[in-house]
């Protein structure tokens, strides 16, 4: 069986209670002197969330278990809305070769530093996108975040847009103890970030 994306979004109400953020791997490398090399492994950061914290009732507990079923553990991705930071505004659009053709996404800025984040999962019907200011039409994919122009726009475009974040399970067993009636104890369950 073949892997791949379901275009479900994970229940809000559960991901509103989760826990996590985003990730990156470094490598530190200590010398005897106590200066260190640190080395960065990706060039993006990688978000993972707990979603056991987001579990209070018997009713959410089987809609994880619904959902944990019907995308068969780590085998299938879906979207799931990152309440810390699901909006963007007035984002500039990332180029490609193509000048028809764009990326939604967000800039994080601190400093002289900047994090450039590629949008894959907008929301549908959350898009607007403007040239000069100016709202203009533009055919949006919004399983992969590439917005397409009729013709070449005339100046850098802007975007305005909520989108969720491509993950996964990171098990293939969920660990859920019923310990009564109407209470269930998770002790986590892990979700990952997929790069789409």
């Not at 979004?9 to 509103?16: G, H, N, S, V």
């Not at 007035?90 to 590629?118: E, H, I, M």
Request: aromatic fraction near 10%; glycine fraction near 6%.
């Amino acid at each position: 069986m073949s892997t791949g994306f379901h275009d479900v979004r994970f229940p809000d109400a559960i991901a509103r209670g989760a826990t996590g953020g985003p990730e990156y791997s470094t490598d530190i490398v200590s010398v005897a002197s106590g200066f260190e090399q640190r080395n960065v492994n990706w060039a993006a950061a990688r978000a993972r969330y707990d979603i056991g914290t987001g579990i209070r009732t018997r009713e959410q507990m089987a809609e994880v278990i619904a959902f944990f079923r019907a995308r068969k553990g780590r085998a299938y991705g879906f979207r799931f809305r990152d309440w810390t930071d699901f909006e963007a505004t007035d984002q500039a659009l990332a180029a490609t070769a193509d000048p028809l053709v764009w990326k939604l996404a967000k800039t994080y800025a601190s400093g002289p530093s900047a994090d450039l984040r590629l949008t894959t999962k907008p929301e549908a019907g959350s898009v607007v996108v403007r040239v000069s200011g100016a709202p203009v039409s533009v055919s949006i994919d919004h399983l992969t975040g590439i917005v397409t122009f009729p013709s070449a726009p005339a100046a850098q475009p802007h975007a305005d847009f909520r989108f969720d974040v491509p993950c996964r399970f990171d098990t293939d067993h969920l660990p859920v103890v019923a310990s009564a009636y109407h209470l269930q104890q998770v002790s986590s369950i892990a979700i990952l970030e997929i790069r789409t």
